[in-house]
């Protein structure tokens, strides 16, 4: 049987939907609350960061489903077509009883208003379908995009301790078996509701396609910008392309000394590769939003926007990453660095989209980290993000520090791109690694950058910031005695 593409169809729980004429622009928020009925899920800050709206999306992937949660606030409904979506309406048995999250958070008083805690199921729904026995930080990293402002958030995690073996111990559930099949389209989705258009590709060739006869469209990935877009400016975006069904643009992987990330790869599908390959760069990502927005996000989206205070570009400048591009003209790269031209510019022609990144494997005798100075730990916006690459000499001189071979430094949140510390690599470059060398490098940080003052920090903090952050890394990277450490790669503590 056809299935029409102009339908948006997924499973609500056990229950298969399908939805018709809906504006392009609504979210999966508004339609649960106005449109289902279900308001369990909350608004409560309309940009994916107090997780009280927080619902779990199953997606097909292979042979399995993958349960992540997600932030409905600023996720599109038609994203997603051919997934299902739970609630906390969903996870109650058919008898009544509570699920064992629920139970688990009744037992520990872990609730009290009420507001937050339906997102706060979600979540450890989404852990306990993810994994076994957790450690406590696994713990605490699935709850950091859940806000509560009454509870205190010590019976909360008490919670999902106790949730592990009763969860593994649950009988399957009627939402956990549902029919995909009946989901899928014979062509990709195309919606056309009113003056507005919605496109969801299945690969490359038909992204070209599109973009030749969309020209000013908006490409959508995993929407923890665009839709903001939405909900905060209240813009209407009359053609959405949407990048999240193109396999191709999602794969993440590592040959020939190069790690290369699709752009549509999440943060959270590229991290266990990241990890085992550039460790630093793996416990930066783990701080970037919170497990619902890692969970669409994507890398390539944010290189793809240009922010100026975005986490991802200065680690992946200061390791020389190239970037690729696509268009019906064919495929270009370019060192990343050069993709950033001004603020709100970037080097990106019309038709064209970003393809993947390709990010060397550090040289063996060389050190590397990133730093993300934010007010608050998790889930905030840099004020300040500094990354450093530099090469030693394989071969010091016994009894002395090694030569500086080459140094790679960029700061984010420093100037209206991000920007290397071109006259402190300079510095660096050939003389030794010490603590002299160190002082004379950070002095010319005032030539390499003129911050601005705004609300997440002033001048004078983010150029004092950026020369301790220096000193920091070389500090971390010294055993004492005149050795500097020159592991392949290096990891700082949590």
């Not at 928020?29 to 289902?36: D, K, T, V």
């Not at 990709?188 to 299945?202: C, G, N, R, Y």
């Not at 010294?478 to 700082?492: E, L, N």
Request: a negative charge; glycine letters at 8%; charged letters at 20%.
């Amino acid at each position: 049987m056809a299935v029409d593409s102009q339908t948006i169809r997924f499973f609500l729980g056990e229950e298969l939907q399908e939805v018709h004429d809906l504006d392009t622009n609504t979210t999966v928020l508004n339609y649960l609350r106005l449109l289902a009925g279900r308001r369990g899920a909350k608004e409560g800050c309309a940009e994916g960061d107090c997780g009280a709206c927080t619902v779990v999306v199953g997606r097909p992937v292979s042979d399995q489903v993958e349960y992540r949660a997600v932030n409905a606030c600023i996720q599109l409904l038609p994203t997603l077509d051919g997934c299902q979506l739970l609630t906390v309406e969903d996870i109650r048995s058919s008898t009544g009883e509570l699920h064992p999250v629920q139970q688990a958070l009744l037992n520990r008083n872990g609730t009290q208003c009420g507001f937050c805690t339906p997102g706060i199921v979600m979540s450890l729904l989404a852990l306990s379908q993810q994994m076994g026995p957790s450690s406590a930080y696994e713990r605490r990293l699935a709850l950091v995009g859940n806000l509560c402002r009454c509870t205190g958030y010590g019976p909360i995690l008490d919670a999902a301790e106790d949730i592990v073996d009763k969860v593994e111990d649950t009988p399957k559930q009627s939402w956990q078996t549902p029919a995909w099949n009946r989901l899928k389209h014979t062509t990709p989705l195309s919606l056309k509701v009113a003056e507005k258009q919605f496109f969801a590709p299945q690969s490359v060739q038909e992204l070209i396609q599109l973009l030749d006869e969309f020209p000013g469209s908006t490409l959508l990935a995993g929407g923890t910008d665009i839709g903001l877009w939405v909900t905060k400016q209240q813009q209407e975006l009359d053609t959405i392309i949407y990048l999240g069904n193109i396999a191709e643009l999602q794969e993440t992987t590592f040959g020939q000394e190069v790690l290369t990330i699709g752009a549509t790869a999440t943060y959270q599908s590229a991290l266990p590769l990241i990890t085992e390959h550039l460790p630093a760069l793996g416990v930066l990502i783990e701080r970037i939003g919170s497990v619902q927005i890692r969970n669409v996000g994507t890398i390539g989206g944010n290189i793809a926007n240009g922010s100026p205070i975005g986490d991802m570009p200065p680690p992946l400048i200061a390791l020389n990453a190239t970037l690729y591009l696509q268009s019906s003209s064919g495929q270009r790269s370019m060192p990343l660095e050069d993709f950033f031209i001004e603020y709100g510019k970037q080097a990106r022609r019309p038709g064209e989209f970003v393809e993947k990144i390709g990010i060397p494997s550090p040289p063996k005798h060389s050190l590397f980290n990133v730093y993300k100075v934010s007010k608050r730990f998790d889930q905030d916006i840099s004020a300040v993000c500094g990354a450093f690459h530099v090469q030693l000499d394989a071969r010091p001189d016994e009894g002395r520090e090694p030569l500086i071979v080459s140094a790679r430094i960029c700061f984010g949140g420093m100037a209206g791109t991000p920007a290397r510390a071109r006259y402190v690599e300079q510095s660096l470059q050939g003389n030794r690694w010490n603590e002299v060398t160190i002082k004379k490098a950070q002095v010319l940080m005032d030539q390499d950058y003129a911050p601005i003052t705004d609300m997440r920090a002033s001048a004078t903090y983010r150029l004092q910031v950026a020369k301790n952050l220096l000193r920091r890394f070389y500090l971390e990277s010294y055993v004492g005695r005149g050795t500097a450490r020159i592991d392949r790669q290096q990891v700082v503590s949590r």
